[in-house]
């Protein structure tokens, strides 16, 4: 009796781990933000990233699933901003090409979306961070009305912990592009990223 409860729990401990290896297996690694460049005819996007963070390439092709492109109807336009997951795959060609796991519209345009500046401060909050930054090429004045607020939640750090946040760190913040009318204005950061060039 007892070789039998032996050999059920291993049974059942092998299957639990089969079980969790295959859930995992098939996971989306990369992600990639840019503009939307160009539409092809049969639904491609060509994705270009902007200043602020170097995600590798400088555009990516990306194939789209007919029913991705259909899910996101109108909103998928020339000059928008997106935010793509992808496998990490991409072919050695000019552009790159991969094919796009996820897409989200971030905004219909792109001008505006992404924030790059420096830290002035950090205030540390219930779920993340209050950051004042200073948009890079400025100085900081002293009312402080050419700064931004960033609202950035803790899962929106991307290759940043909580402790990397400190005065003069320059960072590239994507936005939602939708501002507060305060002085400064707030922003909701969906990504706060280390500033690359």
Known sequence: MKKFIVLTALVLAGAALLTACASSAKTTDSVYRGEVTSISENGDILVTQVAGHNYGQASILFHLSSGSAADLGGTLAQGAFVEIHYNGALTRSIPAQGTADSITVIASYSEGIVQNG?????????????????????????????????TVHMFALEGLKGTDLVEGLKVCAVTTGIAAMSSPPIMQAVALLPYTE
């Open 118 to 150: 420096t830290i002035l401060s950090v205030t540390p909050g219930k779920d993340g961070y209050s950051i004042s930054l200073l948009p890079l090429g400025q100085e900081k004045q002293d009312d402080l009305s050419n700064t931004i607020t960033l």
